[in-house]
């Protein structure tokens, strides 16, 4: 799959006020939810990843950093997950042409989903 002109956005910018913990920092099989999120589209050849954080960045941001992918802080995270996407497509580069958008507690998404590898994914 060519990624040139394709990013991701993953938002882990949420209160997590359900789980009574930062979800993005839960470990799955030994790794962290947001961890996973970059994984999965690194994995798949796509390397202009975002994260965005809010609620809790003083704690994910670590993390993120030693991923090695970018990060911004929405400061409206206070205003649910359309400001945190609109903050992160606010900060894609005017080359991308198309875009993931995946919250980081949904952690199973594959690379091989985001490749598109099942036939049922290219269409007739």
């Not at 882990?12 to 913990?21: E, K, L, P, V, W």
């Not at 993390?63 to 205003?79: A, C, M, P, S, T």
């Amino acid at each position: 799959m060519k990624s040139a002109g394709i990013a991701a956005l993953i938002s882990a910018a949420g209160y997590s006020s359900r789980m009574g913990r930062c979800k993005p920092l839960l470990r799955v099989n030994g790794t962290s939810m947001v961890e996973l999120a970059v994984n999965c589209f690194s994995g798949a050849g796509i390397h202009d990843v975002t994260v965005i954080l809010g609620h809790d960045a003083d704690m994910i941001g670590p993390v993120v950093r030693e991923l090695g992918v970018k990060w911004i802080v929405n400061e409206q995270y206070d205003e649910g997950m359309l400001s945190s996407v609109l903050s992160g497509i606010r900060c894609l580069d005017p080359e991308v042409g198309a875009f993931f958008i995946l919250p980081c507690d949904i952690p199973l998404i594959c690379s091989g989903t985001v490749r598109c590898e099942k036939p049922i994914c290219r269409g007739k």
